[in-house]
Structure formats: C-alpha cells, structure tokens
C-alpha cells in the first residue's frame, strides 16, 4: 500500500510516515510503501525516536502530538 493510498505523510529523516489523524508511525520501505503490520501510536515511541527527527518533521509530529 503506498502513501497516496492511505493520505500519510512521510517524515524522511526517520524513515516513517505518520497517519496524522490516528497518531500511528508506521516504518518504509525504500519502494514508499509502509509496513501496515508494524505500526506503533506515537505515545509508544521512544525518546530515541524523536530526538532523530528533522526540524521539519518535528513540526508536524508536533501538530499530531497537540490534536491526539
């Protein structure tokens, strides 16, 4: 399943894409497609994980963290 079929939104600088009303990462395969089956709901993520994000892609975790 690619990213056009679900609407997510990639976060390049940890090689996940966000569905950005659910709060779910989901990592990517180079091909842009996700791994639907090893999702994790942003609350579960670790502090790692996080600190790795770009500037631009914490912006937009952000948004997501304010409206979960």
């Known amino acids: ?4 079929d679900k ?3 990639e976060l ?3 090689g ?4 950005t009303k659910l709060g779910m ?8 497609t996700h791994d639907e089956e ?6 579960d993520i ?11 892609d914490k912006v937009i975790v952000d948004k997501v963290l304010e409206t979960i």
Do not use: R
Not at 38 to 43: F, S, W
């Open 38 to 43: 090893m999702g994790n709901h942003l609350e």
């Open 46 to 56: 670790d502090e790692e994980w996080f600190d790795s994000l770009s500037v631009e």
């Open 12 to 14: 390049e600088s940890v």
């Open 25 to 32: 990462i989901y990592p990517m395969y180079v091909d842009g």
């Open 7 to 9: 609407k997510l939104t």
């Open 1 to 4: 399943m690619s990213l056009l």
């Open 16 to 19: 996940s894409c966000i569905d």
